[in-house]
């Protein structure tokens, strides 16, 4: 008896030390790595939100499902109180579970926006931990800390928390790495537990965020098909891991199968295409260049408005994947070398299945991110609701960080622990602008329902969406007002029956409102159709005394419209599931019971479990010391048999966390520095030239950069205006940017709609907006000295703002910058002349298309292009003429245009020089290829009709040059 005592106690510190001692080993690693992750976090420790795109819409639906679980109803694929209180189906189309993270926060007690902060942070303080677990698999616990912080300081993450506001895909990026983590464990262990577990993560991935799984499903299988080709036979501790690998993948599809399967299977019921808008929205407009995926993030300022997005891959990121791959190709170099005097010798202490995955992943997202992939996302399915290509950094972030561990996996303990606190701080340094947000001070509506209604239609983001992509197809008119927003406001019960729709006579004797339930007692003298105040979407149904009535969309709002027949009748209206939905709910309880089956065996069976720990125990108490006085680093340096470090290495990162986190909070929290400038409220740090104007003391410009003054005609100059509200602005102007003359003659320009993308309405004086333009000079300009002039105005009338102080002479509504075009040392090409109405000229000497029997050739006419083929009265018609100087010198010729009505009579004739006698034909040199502007001036009162507009040449006696050529027609339109 004594004997089995002692044997249970044995077994029972057997089993304790096993766990305790990885566990230790794992908690004093994790603890070291978020302490170097805390600064990215402490931009999540305020107590508003950070000002950011999405935001505010994620914040509104936590908002929505705590009301409709304070209501009882724990999970519903329809969101009642979204689309000013009609209500959407937002969890048919949206995966959910990023939410009920949040809201569990919120069940704590915690208020709605700390419960979305933390739950932002708890995302990051995981995505660390998955990607160490990961990458310590393969090359030890050092490099599982030094991609960890990689992961987490990857600039498109930051930007994506903190600027895109996006909680959903901050907790798809935490998930992903632990997925491939449990996947990598049930290949390389026997341990039954991690076949349930890899199953839990993949379905809680699948509902994370749509778009994200676009990506992540493809890496899965790709990563499992490596690590099973790369895994000997012999060495698989499990005869059958391809069948444990398939039947995870499965179940994990399975489990999340009640949201995915309506999701692909009804979304015709949704209007899903307005997500895909362009050019904001559709990935044609939204590719990336080389020169921005290998940038540095610009330092923050305090007071910009409208921060760019910083579409980088991170340099120190790229930089330490380099080290590492080129580190790894070095060993299996050597160990090739090596195999032919040891025999069997592995290539590599690990198997090559991550560091090729990451490589190969790393190639393919970037190149899917450049334009040269436009053909392969044409024909790829689904993949136009990525949207922007940008998104796959996301993907990028992961391969980096893998490849990062590897940097230091490698090499010797002293060089690395060197490369471990350098990529530390190369990764923090070079991401630390990216630590401050913009702020909302106060939020712009309360965390309410009554919040979320007046945001949806200040933002005009209805229903939380961007732009009403999950309103059902019955939806033809969009609303922008609700008649329940005054029972919001009351926090009044929400009254969803339309009295407008009651025949005469009509009682209403008993009414309850619920979440998604309706029960009314009805008496009406006539038979009607009793409409709510709620979308129709297939899954209401209505029953009136007991049996089913007919239910359907009703006017153009597609609202939910009842038949009642005449008489005293009890009617209940309510939300429930579709045979699709019942199907897939039916899938995913299966697999969820089959997933608890597994982890009860797999429990039952813990003798597996201590088998994986692959520790052997040869003095209980020696074990037990270490575990709870812990004399040694956790850190390995080496893959598989390298022994721990000294403490020494632990304390000196320890060290390094807490350099960091003082450094962010008492130096570049406080002070202006290279990494974060300070806006004083009148000087834009890193302006190129401070330049004050005030714009009919609305706006006022603070300064501009302009880094080239002069440039070759068919090149751009590229200005950026730094632009300041005066006062809260009632009305979005417009920007321009224009290349004119000193007579302000057009040449070329580009107006942006919303300075700097964001609606002056939403310029706040605090701050200032950057404003970029890129103005294209023409090809084929007059070469000579220019203006580049710029100004607002307001889009519905083009009245531009006044300059009221600071502007130029002569220069009543705009600044003017002197800028410079010179000629191209080769023409353009008539492509690059992009020529509206092309002539049939061949432009050799010996012949010419306007004068042939003259002794001094004209230049050979190549085309024209108007501005527009409709004229707009009051304004100008704009007409660029293409030349070819064949042979010079030229005669001074002028240039008439003439608009010819439909009965044969000139409307309009004009005669000038050509470029407004800015560039006559003498200055023109042989082969020259010049645009030639002209200008016609349609008065208010210029009749209707089509016109045909014709040129000829004028010699300097004033002397026709040959007949009119036809160049093409425009249109007069009625009033």
């Known amino acids: 008896m004594e004997d089995s005592k002692k044997g249970v106690k044995n077994t029972i510190l057997y089993l304790l030390s096993s766990i305790l001692y990885p566990l230790s080993s794992i908690f004093h ?32 639906r936590l908002v929505a499902l705590d009301h409709l679980m304070g209501q009882g109803v724990f999970f519903s694929r329809w969101l009642p109180d979204l689309a000013y209180g009609y209500g959407l189906p937002l969890f048919v189309y949206y995966a959910p579970l990023s939410y009920y993270l949040a809201e569990g926060l919120r069940l704590l007690g915690l208020d709605a926006v700390t419960a979305f902060n933390s739950s932002a942070a708890l995302a990051l303080l995981l995505a660390a931990a998955g990607v160490y677990l990961l990458v310590k698999e393969w090359f030890g616990p050092r490099a599982g800390v030094l991609a960890g912080m990689a992961y987490v300081y990857a600039p498109y993450g930051l930007f994506n928390l903190f600027s895109r506001g996006s909680l959903p895909v901050a907790w798809a990026g935490a998930v992903f790495p632990f997925v491939f983590w449990a996947f990598g464990r049930l290949i390389h262990t026997r341990s039954p537990l991690y076949l349930p577990l890899a199953v839990l993560l993949c379905g ?52 999340a199968a009640f949201f995915w399967l309506p999701a692909m299977l009804e979304r015709d019921f949704a209007q899903l295409q307005r997500v895909i808008t362009p050019p904001d929205f559709d990935y044609h407009s939204n590719f990336v260049s080389l020169s921005q995926l290998f940038s540095l993030p610009a330092p923050a300022n305090t007071g910009l408005l409208n921060p760019t997005d910083p579409l980088t891959l991170g340099l120190a990121q790229v930089g330490l994947a380099a080290v590492g791959l080129s580190a790894s190709f070095l060993v299996w170099r050597n160990s090739r070398e090596l195999k032919g005097t040891q025999g069997d010798a592995p290539l590599l202490p690990c198997s090559p299945a991550p560091l090729l995955f990451a490589a190969v992943t790393l190639a393919a997202a970037l190149f899917m991110m450049l334009p040269l992939s436009v053909s392969i996302w044409d024909r790829l399915p689904l993949i136009a609701f990525v949207q922007q290509p940008h998104r796959l950094l996301s993907v990028t972030a992961l391969a980096l960080a893998i ?58 983001a209805i229903g939380t969406t961007s732009f009403g992509e999950y309103l059902p197809v019955w939806v033809q008119q969009i609303p922008r007002e609700s008649p329940l927003e005054p029972l919001y406001q009351a926090g009044a019960p929400i009254e969803r029956l339309d009295p407008a729709y009651l025949p005469a006579g009509t009682r209403v004797e008993a009414a309850v409102y619920k979440a998604n339930q309706i029960e009314l007692t009805l008496d009406a003298p006539q038979p009607f159709q009793a409409v709510f105040h709620t979308f129709y979407f297939p899954g209401w149904q209505a029953v009136v005394d007991g ?58 069976d813990l003798r597996f479990t201590i088998y994986d720990l692959r520790f052997t125990i040869y003095d209980l108490r020696h074990r037990a010391l270490w575990v709870f006085t812990t004399r040694h680093s956790p850190f390995a340096i080496r893959p598989q048999s390298s022994p721990p470090v000294r403490s020494s290495t632990y304390l000196t990162l320890l060290l390094l966390a807490f350099i960091l986190f003082l450094t962010k909070i008492l130096y570049l929290d406080r002070f202006d520095n290279p990494l974060k400038r300070v806006f004083d409220g009148t000087h834009v740090a890193g302006a190129e030239v401070s330049r004050p104007v005030n714009f009919g003391q609305q706006v006022n410009l603070l300064g501009y950069d302009l880094p080239q003054m002069e440039v070759v005609s068919g090149q751009t100059f590229d200005l950026t205006l730094y632009w300041q509200a005066r006062q809260p602005l009632a009305v979005n102007y417009s920007a321009l940017a224009q290349l004119v003359d000193e007579q302000q003659h057009l040449y070329g320009g580009q107006d942006n709609l919303h300075p700097g ?41 083009w009245v531009r703002l006044p300059v009221s102080e600071g502007g130029d002479e002569g220069w009543a509504d705009v600044v003017a910058l002197p800028v410079k075009v010179s000629r191209p040392t080769n023409p353009p090409s008539l492509a690059e002349l992009a020529i509206s109405w092309p002539t049939l000229s061949d432009c050799q000497s010996q012949t010419t298309n306007l004068h042939p029997s003259s002794f001094i050739l004209p230049p050979c006419f190549l085309g024209a292009s108007p501005e527009r083929e409709t004229l707009q009265r009051n304004d100008f018609l704009r007409v660029a003429l293409f030349w070819e100087a064949v042979e010079v010198p030229l005669p001074d010729y002028q240039v008439s245009l003439r608009l010819l009505a439909a009965d044969g009579t000139p409307a309009l004739v004009e005669t000038t020089r050509p470029s407004f006698g800015r560039y006559p034909m003498p200055k023109w040199t042989t082969g020259e290829r010049v645009r030639d502007n002209h200008a016609l001036w349609i008065p208010v009162d210029f009749p209707a009709g089509t016109y045909q507009l014709q040129m000829q040449l004028v010699d300097e006696a004033g002397q026709a040059v040959g007949d009119w050529l036809e160049l093409g027609q425009v249109i007069a339109n009625s009033e």
């Open 757 to 797: 993308n964001l609606p002056t309405s939403r310029w706040e004086p605090w701050g200032f907006a950057q404003d970029r333009h890129t103005v294209l000079v023409p090809p084929g300009t007059p070469p000579g000295d220019y203006f580049l002039t710029a100004g607002l105005y307001h889009p519905a009338t």
């Open 403 to 460: 490849l990062t561990g590897a940097a230091v996996a490698f090499l010797p303990d002293r060089l690395s622990l060197g490369l471990t606190v350098a990529g530390i701080l190369l990764i923090f340094i070079t991401t630390a602008p990216l630590l401050y947000p913009r702020y909302y001070l106060p939020l712009p509506a309360p965390p309410t329902l009554s919040g979320m209604l007046a945001y949806e239609r200040a933002s005009g």
């Open 547 to 604: 049996q089913p009535a007919a239910l359907g969309p009703v006017t153009e709002r597609g609202l939910l419209g009842v038949t009642v027949p005449a008489g005293q009748h009890h009617l209940s209206l309510f939300f429930t599931e579709t045979p699709v939905r019942h199907v897939a709910n039916s899938i995913s309880v299966l697999a969820l019971l089959i997933v608890a089956g597994l982890g009860i065996k797999a429990i039952y």
């Open 29 to 60: 690693s994790l603890l070291l790595l978020w302490l170097l992750t805390l600064p990215a976090v402490t931009p999540l420790l305020q107590p508003t939100l950070t000002r950011s795109a999405d935001g505010l819409l994620h914040l509104y």
């Open 204 to 255: 809680a991935a699948l509902l994370m965020h749509n778009i994200s799984n676009l990506f992540f499903l493809p890496l899965l299988f790709f990563y499992l098909v490596l690590e099973l080709f790369f895994t000997p036979h012999a060495s698989r501790l499990t005869p059958h891991v391809p069948l444990r690998v398939g039947l995870a993948l499965t179940l994990g599809l399975a489990l």
